[in-house]
T-cell receptor, first 115, second 114 residues
Framework: AQSVAQPEDQVNVAEGNPLTVKCTYSVSGNPYLFWYVQYPNRGLQFLLKYITGDNLVKGSYGFEAEFNKSQTSFHLKKPSALVSDSALYFCAVRDDNTGGFKTIFGAGTRLFVKA | DVKVTQSSRYLVKRTGEKVFLECVQDMDHENMFWYRQDPGLGLRLIYFSYDVKMKEKGDIPEGYSVSREKKERFSLILESASTNQTSMYLC?????????????FGSGTRLTVV
């Protein structure tokens, strides 16, 4: 069975500092990995995805994520945080064995960026 | 700009009422999904549909049903609303291009059952 874990409920960083939001996953086949962001009272917005190829994936708003197969991780990173990055971040995984219809989401990590 | 539109942002319903949540997408997507979002639990899949008149149960289908009579519209039905169905409901869609495609989400409907 596939699963995804976001071990931190909340991450606090100062504006201008680098940020990391952690995600680990478990799948039986090859993973398709996604990050989404949710701003207050809004739906989720797609940030980036890993399908295959380069382990460092670049996405929207200056975010990037690093796929590490041996550690089954897909951590979200940004070199310099902005106050406007404060939001709820979800990691998601899809197993290529499941026909592409079931995406499992993590519980979410709330990011606070302090000015 | 592509969109997934959920008809209501906020709803308050009474216990036992039949509740309809509507979702419309304008991207000609084959796949549509209903999730509920609860603090600490993330998103949990209720039902999904990969074609008109087709539906599949997700992880928590009990107490819910769905309808997809047209490609662009996917309705979630709470047959007899209960207080434990108070939640944020999110609709999403994706094209039928396999597992590598991301989802487009609506803005959500916050349902309160009293």
């Amino acid at each position: 069975a596939q699963s995804v874990a976001q071990p931190e409920d909340q991450v606090n960083v100062a504006e201008g500092n680098p940020l990391t939001v952690k995600c680990t996953y478990s799948v039986s086949g090859n993973p398709y990995l996604f990050w989404y962001v949710q701003y207050p009272n809004r739906g989720l917005q797609f940030l980036l995805k890993y399908i295959t190829g380069d382990n460092l994936v670049k996405g929207s708003y200056g975010f990037e994520a690093e796929f590490n197969k041996s550690q089954t991780s897909f951590h979200l990173k940004k070199p310099s945080a902005l106050v406007s990055d404060s939001a709820l971040y979800f990691c998601a995984v899809r197993d290529d064995n499941t026909g592409g219809f079931k995406t499992i989401f993590g519980a979410g990590t709330r990011l606070f960026v302090k000015a | 700009d592509v969109k997934v539109t959920q008809s209501s942002r906020y709803l308050v319903k009474r216990t036992g009422e039949k509740v309809f949540l509507e979702c419309v997408q304008d991207m000609d997507h084959e796949n549509m999904f209903w999730y509920r979002q609860d603090p600490g639990l993330g998103l949990r899949l209720i039902y999904f549909s990969y074609d008109v008149k087709m539906k599949e149960k997700g992880d928590i289908p009990e107490g819910y049903s769905v309808s997809r009579e047209k490609k662009e519209r996917f309705s979630l039905i709470l047959e007899s609303a209960s207080t434990n169905q108070t939640s944020m409901y999110l609709c999403a869609s994706s094209s039928g291009q396999g597992a590598s495609v991301g989802y487009t989400f609506g803005s959500g409907t916050r349902l309160t059952v009293v």
